[in-house]
């Protein structure tokens, strides 16, 4: 049929990767540099004297810059959010799949509708409402109003709608209810979808920038991203201490797309078919 | 008469779902949806008609006293001597310019690299998630690795360039270059997302379509003319639409590498929203531009979709 992919094809897959590759190597290896190494002209391509102090100036100046606080609220934030997703979500997308009530295809058509509303039309209004609701600078600030987002459910229904409706009517004829067939029987089948939503939920959080810059106050409360900006704030051009804090936000979510990276894009590529 | 014939199709839906299995009661529906649905209302729904209600006000975030205006904060916005006018569409052309610059290269580009991946190769299934990659990290860690590269005395890209004798440019200092910065970054940032979305369309393109295409005596070109950009239309919609709004949203790109700068050139109009609700305290006025903003946004959305959809054969 096709033909074999030439030479040039090969390059240009090739010359793509290193195109991803460069920049975060280049990170990676900045953040062993010395400052005046980093200022280097022409660089260098491999440290000439590795130091670890930029990680040093990061991990231990108490109370600053406190990178591994940052981690650990980042790391609680996403999977606590991603919890939140997927039980509410999974909840919601199944009664719009497979139940008839009155309503349904209004709300559906409302919930869908917001997916194209963009964010920043919340930010103030939901800023008052954290503030009424005594969630400034916590983690509830964090972790709740983005589980409102509407993807969660509309993943969820395509998800439902795709499972035979066979396997919950034999359940529902032995007079088993609505909840058990639920959790017995619709979630053990639901298993990758539930995971693909778990990762993407968990990322969108860990990377959310907008929102925790404005939410979050105190140093040691912040997450990552908003951290960073602190960072690049106080460090300005020493920039192996920058790279270094980046590098700390960035290795965690790699190491975990590693893993996860089968789930990661036909989650995204599922969503695209069906929008 | 729309009444009386949705009132019949509920009687007859109503119907349908009686006489057959039907494990779960009147209620059960509602308390499936009722978590989602309280945080929908509580974080999605009321907000979007607080925020409103907001923008008919002086909403000084730390005066007790907010007296409504009606329609002055969005009044302001056209009156090229209030105060919010001109920062406000400063804002907005930076936004703009980034969207024109932007959207054609992450319409089109994303669409060769999925091609690209469309073909079998050894190692296919490697190199997209290479590919991929740059998207699963947030745009902070995006920001300030680029923030360093593009440095004008101690970054990799003019040092690379100096190999081949161009001299210094001010890549996050110096227009248009600042521009092309954010551009060029945030389509190393998005455009394997839009790749993949784009790569699920052409998969979903029948394979006797091609076939027909060839026995037809059609060229790889004109297969990729008559086959395969017809079928992507409802994806390239799709992608389109997120793209312009992810464009709108534009925000962390500017803060983190050019600072808004050179003077405020690349200071988005989300910029300019945040700095004069949380900075300035005049959330009245912010939410008025938030509604502006989308409202446009909102225009060209629609325009596109006109332009684009499924015309009749």
């Known amino acids: 049929m096709r033909r074999r992919p030439s030479a040039a094809f090969w390059i240009l897959v090739i010359l793509l990767t290193v195109l991803v590759i460069v920049p975060l190597l280049w990170m990676v290896i900045t953040s062993f540099k010395t400052i005046g190494e980093s200022q280097a002209d022409p660089p260098t391509l491999v440290p000439q004297e590795p130091t670890g102090r930029a990680y040093g100036e990061i991990l231990t100046t108490g109370g600053q810059n406190p990178v591994l606080r940052w981690a650990l609220n980042s790391f609680a934030a996403a999977t606590f959010h991603a919890l939140l997703v997927v039980v509410v979500a999974s909840m919601a997308g199944y009664a719009l799949a497979r139940m008839e009530f009155r309503f349904k295809n209004a709300i559906f058509s409302v919930i869908l509708l917001t997916l194209f509303v963009p964010g920043f039309v919340f930010l103030m209004p939901n800023y008052l409402l954290m503030d009424n609701l005594g969630w400034l600078d916590t983690l509830l600030a964090l972790v709740v109003p983005g589980a409102a987002g509407a993807f969660g459910v509309f993943f969820m229904r395509q998800f439902f709608l795709a499972i035979p409706k066979e396997l919950e009517e034999v359940a529902m004829i032995d007079g088993a209810n609505a909840w058990t067939v639920f959790t017995r029987i619709i979630l053990p089948n639901a298993k990758a979808a539930l995971a693909t939503l778990t990762v993407l939920s968990f990322l969108t959080n860990w990377n959310d920038f907008i929102w925790p810059l404005f939410v979050l106050f105190s140093p040691e409360r912040l997450t990552l991203p908003a951290g960073l900006t602190l960072l690049q704030g106080a460090y300005t051009t020493d920039y192996p201490v920058i790279m270094a804090g980046a590098t700390v936000a960035a290795v965690p979510v790699l190491i975990l797309y590693v893993f996860v990276q089968r789930y990661v894009i036909e989650g995204v590529a599922r969503s695209g078919i069906k929008g | ?313």
């Open chain 2, 1 to 313: 008469m729309a009444v009386e014939a949705s009132a019949g199709t509920m009687r007859k839906r109503r119907a349908r779902v009686s006489s057959g299995v039907r494990g779960y009661g009147r209620a059960t529906p509602y308390l499936f949806l009722a978590p989602y649905l309280l945080l929908f209302l509580l974080f999605v729904i009321g907000p979007a008609i607080f925020g409103f209600w907001m923008s008919l006000h002086d909403w000084d975030f730390q005066l007790p006293g907010k007296p409504f205006v009606g329609l002055q904060n969005y009044k302001d916005l056209f009156d090229p001597l209030s105060a919010t006018a001109e920062p406000f569409w400063h804002g907005m052309r930076a936004t703009g310019i980034f969207t024109i610059a932007s959207v054609p290269f992450l319409v089109v580009l994303p669409l060769g690299l999925a091609v690209l991946l469309n073909r079998k190769f050894p190692g296919r299934t490697f190199f997209r998630a290479v590919y991929f990659a740059p998207f699963v990290l947030g745009v902070a860690v995006i920001g300030l690795m680029f923030r360093y590269i593009l440095d004008t005395s101690f970054g990799l890209l003019n040092a690379f360039l100096g190999l081949f004798g161009i001299s210094e440019i001010g890549w996050t200092n110096d227009q248009p270059w600042a521009f092309v910065s954010l551009v060029a970054v945030t389509v190393w940032w998005t455009a394997g997302f839009n790749a993949i979305i784009y790569l699920a369309g052409l998969q979903d393109i029948p394979a006797e379509q091609y076939e027909a295409a060839e026995l037809d005596g059609a060229n790889t070109w004109q297969q990729f003319r008559n086959v395969t950009l017809p079928g992507l239309r409802p994806v390239s919609v799709f992608i389109i639409t997120i793209t312009l709004l992810a464009s709108a949203n534009m925000f962390g790109q500017s803060v983190l590498i050019t600072q808004g700068g050179p003077g405020d050139t690349t200071a988005t109009a989300l910029m300019v929203i945040t700095d004069t609700g949380f900075s300035q305290f005049r959330m009245g006025q912010a939410t008025a531009m938030s509604y502006l903003l989308a409202l446009c946004l909102a225009v060209v959305s629609i325009i596109n979709f006109a332009l684009l959809r499924e015309r009749k054969p």
